[in-house]
């Protein structure tokens, strides 16, 4: 029973259309993130949200939107794709009144052609 | 602000050999050290934390006592296997309000068998 869900898993997208890429939690925390890694660059921040109708820009939030519903739920939004947004995606929720511990996701590979 | 280095960004060892991994923190106060892995495919899980100075943190083999003196947090195994192939993430969380958590860059371990 994971606890951090991602879907989809793999995405394929054309430049310029609109990708949403959509996050679940089950671990009832407050905190949730965005991240995208890349080889060479870790794990950088994309936005972040400290609850249901919160978000916030993170390192690099230029060319992506976040919406966070509900508790569970934290979607990251690409209105125009471009082929630089290529990269594997990690949504992670954190337990602010454990040391913000993350939890993550399996991650989606997307790939804007 | 807060900061986390990790010195190597590649590693290669054969079985059996002694790992190091270093990580060195810059923070006020007592930030809480992580050290995460991420297996071919998945998300980071978390390997294990310390939030005070000279506490050891340990899970699977792999050890790493916070030092507040040296600010560093060195991930130590005695004798890896093929199967600790991984990423290896050092992290903080500060101990000064939100959004306070940090990623290093991450090492590629690769064990040789």
């Known amino acids: 029973e994971a606890a951090v869900t991602q879907s989809p898993r793999n995405k394929v997208a054309v430049t310029g259309g609109k990708v949403t890429l959509s996050c679940n939690q089950t671990n009832n925390h407050n905190n949730m993130y965005w991240y995208r890694q890349d080889t060479g660059h870790g794990l950088r921040l994309i936005h972040y949200s400290y609850g249901a109708g919160s978000t916030e820009k993170g390192d690099i939030p230029d060319g992506y939107k976040a919406s966070r519903p509900s508790q569970e739920n934290f979607s990251l939004i690409l209105e125009l794709a471009t082929p630089s947004q290529t990269s594997v995606y990690f949504c992670a929720s954190g337990d602010y009144d454990n040391q913000d511990t993350q939890y993550f996701g399996p991650g989606t590979r997307l790939l804007v052609l | ?113």
Do not use: M
């Open chain 2, 1 to 113: 602000g807060d900061s986390v280095t990790q010195t190597e960004g590649q590693v290669a060892l054969s079985e059996e050999d002694f790992l190091t991994i270093h990580c060195n923190y810059s923070a006020s106060g007592y930030p809480t050290l992580f050290w995460y892995v991420q297996y071919p495919g998945e998300g980071p899980q978390l390997l294990f934390r310390a939030s005070r100075d000279k506490e050891k943190g340990s899970s699977r083999g792999f050890e790493a006592t916070y030092d507040k003196g040296t600010t560093s947090f060195h991930l130590r195994k005695a004798s890896v296997q093929e199967s600790d192939s991984a990423v290896y993430y050092c992290a903080l969380s500060g101990d000064t309000g939100y959004q306070n958590f940090y990623f290093g860059k991450g090492t590629s371990l690769t064990v040789i068998p």
